[in-house]
Nanobody, 126 residues
Framework: QVQLVEYGGGLVQAGGSLRLSCVAS????????MAWFRQAPGKEREFVAG????????MHPDSVKGRFTISRDGAKNTLYLQMDSLNPEDTAVYYC???????????????????WGQGTRVAVSS
């Protein structure tokens, strides 16, 4: 059972930056594929970044590409999400997720992930 705890959310002005952290009770090493999702009020949970379990390959959807960067530090059991050039549309609760790595593929749907953190709230003011 992997436990995930997110840190780093808060209130930031448009154009600002935040770095989210997700500390795992074990890993995140190559045995786990990791991802960040977000959910705004009244909307479905949305994939914002993923990192492969069997390689360091990453994926960011067009909505955040060039602004958000996912990375991990295996020695610290920590996953990161660097968020730059934030805008009010990025306001949401951000979740860290993990699943056992089966290949180098990166899953982009929430149902593909087994373990979830409790979420950290990010609010971007205009």
């Amino acid at each position: 059972q992997v436990q995930l705890v997110e840190y780093g959310g808060g209130l930031v002005q448009a154009g600002g930056s935040l770095r989210l952290s997700c500390v795992a009770s074990e890993g995140p090493d190559s045995n786990y594929a990791m991802a960040w999702f977000r959910q705004a009020p009244g909307k479905e949970r949305e994939f914002v970044a993923g990192i492969s379990g069997r390689s360091d390959r990453t994926m960011h959807p067009d909505s955040v590409k060039g602004r958000f960067t996912i990375s991990r530090d295996g020695a610290k059991n920590t996953l990161y999400l660097q968020m730059d050039s934030l805008n009010p549309e990025d306001t949401a609760v951000y979740y860290c997720a993990a699943r056992a790595a089966r290949s180098v593929a990166i899953a982009t749907t929430a149902v593909s992930y087994t373990y979830w953190g409790q979420g950290t709230r990010v609010a971007v003011s205009s």
